[in-house]
């Protein structure tokens, strides 16, 4: 899916943010949001930052050519992408910049198809549909990151019914 539009009355932010990798490496990131959001994810990254929660990689999806697969694959944190939501015609919070998806190889967005199979994005990180292993960056329900995005008014989209979007919060 190609991010490069932006819609009409969308205002967009770009901040910088600290993060720690799974080394323990401090690390510079940039994410492009909303400016309605830009606040509370300063606060979030922040407080992650000093918790030394790990995040592998934070850059705008321009720099994987606006390919969001690319940047998933690459396990890059990411919040603007404009796109549709999967199947619709409906604009997606990303393209709001009112979505945030985090470490999304390791939480990946799982759907059972009508036959039964799972179609699993990234395409790559069908060894992180089992929740019930653990591993690093996995995001679960009462962790670190969980606990933050919900209290800034975040829903997190490993709660939702029809599909676990493990790497997503939106506002």
Excluded at 37 to 62: C, G, H, Q, V
């Amino acid at each position: 899916m190609r991010c490069n539009a932006q819609p009409a009355g969308v205002t967009l932010d770009t901040i910088s943010v600290l993060h720690v990798d799974a080394s323990g490496n401090t690390r510079h990131g940039t994410l492009i949001c909303n400016r309605l959001i830009a606040a509370d994810l300063r606060e979030i990254f922040d407080s992650l930052y000093k918790a030394r929660y790990p995040i592998e990689l934070i850059r705008p999806i321009s720099e994987f050519g606006d390919d969001d697969e690319q940047s998933m694959r690459a396990d890059n944190t990411s919040c603007y992408c404009y796109r549709p939501v999967a199947g619709s015609k409906k604009l997606s919070k990303h393209a709001l910049g009112l979505a945030i998806d985090i470490n999304p190889l390791y939480n990946p967005c799982v759907r059972r198809r009508k036959d039964g199979t799972l179609l699993v994005q990234p395409q790559t990180a069908a060894k992180y549909t089992d929740r019930s292993r653990n591993f690093r960056y996995k995001i679960s329900r009462g962790d670190l990151c969980y606990r933050l995005f919900l209290s800034h008014g975040f829903r997190w989209g490993g709660e939702w019914l029809t599909l676990k979007d493990y790497q997503h919060f939106e506002k």
